[in-house]
């Protein structure tokens, strides 16, 4: 995603803020989005045109104030400035707004927060490849959703659930799910060095508990576990997705973090085998 300010140029403020988030979640610079004078309606076909021959779609959503996943898309929003209508670029699941260009003021809100009259997905993030190898860092748990973390120098895997004492293990996290083909809601990972990198608009930093991952490691790229295998000490655990931030993170921390995460939230993963995890163990992969 790329920082960019309103396009000038002829439309609307709905049709010139659409451009500019489909500049930025597809980190092209603003002047390559074709700009028209016509309603927002007639502007989507024109973009949905330069963007199949770039092989991508732009579709409509049947619900978008129920939409969940997640990616980026971009939510046209009522609001109660004098055009009466912007375009919002929103993340994660539940969606936030993390880029809107004609009403700065939206940036941080929460879909249920929105007026959302129509909403378009975008494309999803690449993830990439190659041998990793790193370090447990710090551990963390809750013992019942929302509840604060607490740092422990060591904790039990246990396989298909998570680690002892974590709500996640006794299917009390916020997210957790009774279905028994659930995947994904074991164990949370994040980078030490985006945490120690991450600077808040406020100037504040998120500490390791306050993440709200498991497990905070070091020297690792956690995005190219998805879909691999990888032990952690002894215990094997399987990475199924990106850990994306959400709106529901953002509530619990501070503003400007679900921005700040985007693509860099973590890792959810399975455990397959149960056993210790401790601060210091190795963490690796053998491709």
């Keep these: 995603m790329l920082e960019l300010p309103l396009l000038a140029g002829p439309g609307s403020n709905a049709m010139r803020s659409f451009a500019t988030c489909l500049a930025s979640v597809l980190e092209v610079p603003g002047g390559r989005v074709p700009l028209s004078a016509d309603a927002l309606p007639e502007a989507v076909g024109l973009w949905r045109q330069w963007l199949a021959g770039r092989g991508f779609g732009l579709a409509e959503l049947a619900r978008p104030q129920t939409f969940n996943w997640p990616g980026y898309w971009i939510a046209v929003v009522a609001t109660d400035q004098a055009e009466a209508r912007v375009a919002v670029l929103m993340f994660g699941t539940p969606a936030g707004v993390v880029l809107s260009p004609a009403a700065p003021e939206l940036v941080g809100r929460a879909l249920p927060d929105l007026d959302v009259v129509a909403g378009y997905p975008t494309r999803s993030a690449v993830i990439a490849t190659g041998a990793v190898s790193g370090v447990v860092e710090a551990l963390a ?36 799910s009774e279905t028994s083909t659930a995947r994904g809601y074991d164990l949370t990972l994040i980078e030490a060095e985006v945490l120690d990198e991450l600077v808040l608009p406020d100037g504040q930093r998120l500490t390791y508990a ?15 576990l998805v879909g691999r295998r990888f032990l952690i000490g002894d215990v ?37 085998s149960g056993g210790p995890i401790a601060t210091g163990m190795a963490i690796s992969t053998a491709t």
């Design 210 to 224: 306050d993440a709200r991952r498991n497990i905070v490691t070091r020297g690792i790229d956690l995005n190219s």
């Design 236 to 272: 094997e655990c399987l990475g199924q997705r990106l850990c994306e931030p959400c709106a529901h993170l953002e509530r619990l921390t501070q503003p400007g973090t679900l921005k700040g995460l985007i693509h860099r939230g973590g890792l959810r993963a399975d455990i397959l």
């Design 141 to 176: 748990i809750a013992d019942r959703a929302t509840a604060p973390m607490r740092l422990v120098p060591s904790a039990e895997a246990l396989a298909g659930r998570g680690l002892r004492g974590d709500r996640y293990a006794d299917k009390a996290g916020t997210f957790s």
